[in-house]
């Protein structure tokens, strides 16, 4: 498509003032190539970013507590049919007493990661969530990926008070070429259930996938927009060597910036991730997507003796690192970029409305 300078002039107006861009406007902002207008992209999504949610970046404290997993997402380095990956399960308590360790640094929300590990029960889940409240002054996510109604609300009511579920593509045709046993309707189904009983959900993608166009990220940035998601997950796609997709390119810093830079614009006040996998391919990927309209990094404390096995991409950042390094680490990146570190839960500023 071809867009007069002033069409461009406007299209980024309308993307400051209230984002309401259409299908074709996202896709023309996402096919910008030359520098100076992707430049001018990112610092829109910036000045949304400082307008809707000012200065401040939270830090959410990670704990991958299990990398047993029952599913086959082929981009995935953990699927079940991966038999070089040795697979462990955090003792419960171990669990409960790195998330106090984290709080005890000042951070305000655990995340807790895993693959889909049925072992990990609604009940158990609920004794770890509760063990943590117990224990620690914090918000806590989880990412532990589909379950049924049930089970979210007994979790909710556990104490959870957000889920992270990646919508992972919002195209279905796409999205079932990628998970093979998994269907579109059920994570669909998923993440209405999240939003009806309550949970400040956070959604997102993969910019990069195999056979994705940029029409299908344009499907990404509408979905999360019409879902309100309360926070949206963005990366690359990583090519991981023990799985079918191993052979397909990585996705590009560049385009990461730009879905980033669309997602803020979309969400205004959406709690969005520099994630681990754009700081993967570049190593200033996530001070850069901070500056691209990203306010959160979710820093890796997982226990050392665990986390070399969660690797559902390879040279995953800090993945040798020690927990305490990264903690020091993260801080600094943050300042170096001109902002103020968050204090507290940081909750959605969606879900307070
Ligand atoms: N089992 C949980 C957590 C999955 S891991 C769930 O289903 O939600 C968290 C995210 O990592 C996934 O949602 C996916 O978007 C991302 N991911 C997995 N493999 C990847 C790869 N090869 N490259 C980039 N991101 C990947």
């Known amino acids: ?20 861009l259409s299908r074709e406007e996202i896709v023309f902002l996402l096919s910008l190539e030359d520098e100076a207008d992707v430049k001018r992209l990112l610092e829109t999504a910036d000045a949304v970013r400082q307008a809707c949610v000012g200065d401040d970046v939270y830090i959410r404290g990670l704990i991958e507590f299990s990398n047993m997993c029952a599913r086959n997402c082929s981009y995935c380095g953990i699927r079940a049919d991966n038999p070089d990956v040795h697979r462990y399960r955090m003792p419960i ?21 895993s693959g889909e590990d ?6 158990r889940m609920r004794e770890i969530i509760r063990g943590i409240k117990a224990r620690a002054d914090c918000a806590i996510t989880l990412s532990i990926g589909e379950r049924t109604y049930d089970e979210y609300k007994a979790m909710k009511e556990a104490g959870a008070d957000r889920f992270l579920l990646r919508h992972e593509t919002a195209v279905r045709s796409l999205y079932e070429k990628l998970h093979p046993d998994c269907s579109f309707d059920e994570r669909q189904r ?15 993608c993969m910019v990069g996938l195999p056979w994705q166009t940029v029409e299908d990220m344009a499907e990404d940035i509408v979905f999360v927009r019409d879902l309100n998601a309360d926070m949206v997950g963005i990366g690359p796609f990583i090519p991981h060597p023990g799985t079918p997709l191993g052979d397909h390119p990585a996705g590009t810093l560049a385009q990461t910036l730009k879905m980033v830079a669309l997602a803020r614009i979309a969400t205004r006040n959406g709690l969005l991730p520099a994630t681990t996998a754009v700081g993967s391919i570049d190593p200033f990927g996530r001070e850069k997507a901070l500056k691209a309209g990203a306010n959160v990094v979710m820093p890796n404390y997982t226990p050392l003796k665990y986390r070399v096995d969660y690797e559902i991409y390879p040279d995953k950042k800090c993945i040798n690192e020690d927990p305490e390094q990264c903690h020091g680490c993260m801080q600094a990146r943050i300042l170096s970029t001109g902002r103020t570190i968050g204090t507290g839960p940081g909750h959605s500023l969606k879900h307070l409305r």
């Open 1 to 20: 498509m071809r867009i007069s300078d002033c069409g461009f002039n406007e299209i980024l107006n309308k993307a400051l003032v209230t984002g309401d």
């Open 93 to 113: 308590d171990e669990i409960i007493e790195t998330a106090e360790h984290v709080v005890s640094k000042g951070i305000g929300t655990i995340v807790l990661q």
């Open 118 to 123: 049925p072992w990990f029960t609604a009940d």
């Open 190 to 204: 998923c993440l209405n259930d999240l939003k009806s009983l309550g949970y400040q959900v956070g959604a997102g």
